[in-house]
């Protein structure tokens, strides 16, 4: 258990930093349509672009918020797990859905990214890797419990690596363009 706490706290505490950092910026760009965020490193690596579109208010405000609310929660969880408590089976499986959904959602968000929109966030991108590692850590612990294949608890950093490379490769051809200029 104190495996998965860590792997959550970490998650949690990079995600809501990230999220919070999008939040503020999103309120300085609507407070002023003339900011540049500053994750707005070039045309591609652009918050600002992705901050003003539709997708960045998927029902009806920030993104963000969202991000803030549940990697909290995540932290709560973590924080609890390190205190000693044991949660039961109903919490968990509440975790994995939440979890779960949060990693549909960011993929959703990756394609809108990628194909949609154009252009990739930083922090959005940091909040994606933490999502997914989040995932896999709550299904780590099914698979300690038993519940799911030993496999998917023993090679829990290689899933993620590998969900991560394969993200980082779809984006890399997508915009092989763009990334040859750069030489």
Known sequence: MPAVAWVL?????????????LLVEKFRLVADPAYVPSCSISP???CGSVMSTAQAE???????VMGVAGFAA?????????AGVR????????????????????H???FQSVHRIGALCPYCMVVWVVTVAA???VLARWSRAGALPRWV???????????????????????????????
Do not use: E, K, M, Q
């Open 135 to 137: 995932f896999v850590a």
């Open 58 to 64: 998927v029902f009806g405000f920030p993104n963000p």
């Open 74 to 82: 995540l932290v709560t969880v973590a924080v609890t797990l390190l």
């Open 153 to 183: 608890g023993d090679y829990a950093v290689t899933i993620v690596t590998t969900w991560c490379l394969v993200v980082a490769t779809l984006i890399a051809v997508r915009f092989w363009d763009y990334w040859i200029t750069l030489a």
């Open 44 to 46: 591609l690596l652009s």
């Open 87 to 106: 949660l039961p089976s109903w919490y968990w499986i509440g975790l994995t859905a939440g979890t779960a959904l949060g990693t549909v959602f960011v």
């Open 108 to 110: 959703w968000l990756i």
């Open 9 to 21: 706290l970490v998650c949690g505490s990079v995600g809501l930093s990230a999220a919070f950092v």
